[in-house]
């Protein structure tokens, strides 16, 4: 039986020095870099570049779809939720009427309204209260007069706090929609 052992542990040493030996880098020479001449390389007179053309400030001024612009004529973007509901406070409606206003006279902009929500629930409740807080700004944009078609909404949930930190005042300023032009 020691034998047997013997001539076990002797094979597996022949094997592993095969094995290594077989893995092991034989390329030990260097390849011999031949030296090339230098290449004339042909230059050009530089171009002068054109002065840019003059823009007209109030043409710049006239451009609608800028988010700034919906803030500005809006007061905010925002509109802000109790716990755990999505109806519409006197504060918010305000801001979307303002906001409806300012979709009327810019016919061509879209928007996408966000559904947030705070940190508080679980993952897919929340999901789907930035839903039902979205088409509630959707739906009152719609009632004031504003296409559907031009309006996306989307929920985050709780995906995207605009506070971090844990407690009423956070809470209070994740519960939101946010519209955002496009």
């Known amino acids: ?4 052992m013997n001539s076990v542990k002797y094979w597996a040493l022949i094997g ?11 390329n030990t020479g260097t ?8 290449v004339a390389v042909e230059t050009e007179a530089p171009v002068v570049a054109s002065p840019p053309e003059t823009v007209d400030v109030e043409t710049v001024m006239e451009d609608p779809a800028t988010q700034s612009s919906l803030d500005m004529a809006s007061g905010n973007s925002v509109a802000y939720f109790g716990y755990d509901r999505y109806d519409l406070s006197s504060d918010a409606r305000a801001a979307l009427q303002a906001q409806a206003a ?18 508080r629930g679980t993952r897919e ?9 979205a088409n509630s700004v959707k739906n009152y944009l719609v009632a004031l007069g504003i296409d559907p078609s031009r309006i996306h909404t989307v929920s985050y949930g709780k995906e995207r706090p605009a506070v ?3 407690g ?11 519209t955002r032009v496009n």
């Open 125 to 133: 409740y929340n999901l789907a209260l930035g839903d039902r807080r």
């Open 102 to 119: 300012w979709l009327q006279t810019h016919t061509a902009v879209k928007i996408t309204v966000e559904g947030h929500c705070d940190e």
């Open 168 to 178: 009423g005042a956070s809470w209070s300023k994740n519960r939101r929609s946010y």
């Open 16 to 26: 592993s020095a095969l094995l290594l030996s077989a893995c092991a880098n034989t």
């Open 1 to 4: 039986m020691l034998e047997k």
């Open 164 to 166: 971090t930190g844990s």
């Open 31 to 38: 390849v011999p870099v031949t030296p090339t001449e230098p």
